[in-house]
Structures are given as C-alpha cells and as structure tokens.
C-alpha cells in the first residue's frame, strides 16, 4: 500500500517562503509523475506543479509561476516544493500526489494516491 506523507506547512507573513515535503513508502516512485495540488475553502482541488518521472518535464500553473519550485529524489522517494514570495492567496491545505504514469498528468482522476494534506496559511 503506498503512502505519500507531506510535511513542512505552516503559518508565514506574506513574502515569506516554506518548503513542502512529500515522502512515499511502500514502493518506489521512479516511474511516476508527482505533483501538489492546493484545495482552499470553498474551492476545487487546483494543480500548482507537476513534475514527470525523470524529473525532465516540470508544469506550474500560472498563479505560481516563478515563485514556486517542484523537485524529485528519486533515490530517496521524496518530492518538495520551495514556496517562495507567498501571499495570501497562497492558502490552502497542499496535497502531494503520484501520477499514474511517467508523464506529467492535469487532471485529479489522473492521480492514483494522495497524502493528507498540510495546510499552508499566508497573513497579509
């Protein structure tokens, strides 16, 4: 059974930066996407980045779009996400999310496990 454990969220000022964690177990991950996505109240779950097996292929979506970076350890079964420049649309509870194939996938049936969720809340 696969599990993906995300850590790192947290309360930050606006401007302010946090560094999301996603470790998996139970199998390794090397031949799967993985992305974040953020669910804020009231909202859809939304894509913010998504990086493809090897690591060659990265999306962000255009909200987070050079402020955001997305990054695998493929030997360490982890992927994270540095945040930085956060505001307050920013906040949301983050999910860590493995593909079901290599290539980068944008659609929520697309992904096969999930975390829990870690919430990020940014103050103005």
């Known amino acids: 059974q696969v599990q993906l454990v995300e850590s790192g969220g947290g309360l930050v000022q606006a401007g302010g930066s946090l560094r999301l964690s996603c470790a998996a177990s139970g199998r390794t991950f090397g031949d799967n996407s993985m992305a974040w996505f953020r669910q804020a109240p009231g909202k859809e779950r939304e894509l913010v980045a998504a990086i493809s097996s090897s690591g060659g292929g990265i999306y962000y979506a255009d909200s987070v779009k050079g402020r955001f970076t997305i990054s695998r350890d493929n030997a360490k079964i982890t992927v994270s996400l540095q945040m930085n420049s956060l505001r307050p649309e920013d906040t949301a509870v983050y999910y860590c999310?493995?593909?079901?194939?290599?290539?980068?996938?944008?659609?929520?049936?697309?992904?096969?496990?999930w975390g829990q969720g870690t919430q990020v809340t940014v103050s103005s």
């Open positions: 999310a493995m593909g079901k194939y290599a290539l980068i996938h944008f659609k929520v049936e697309e992904y096969d496990y």
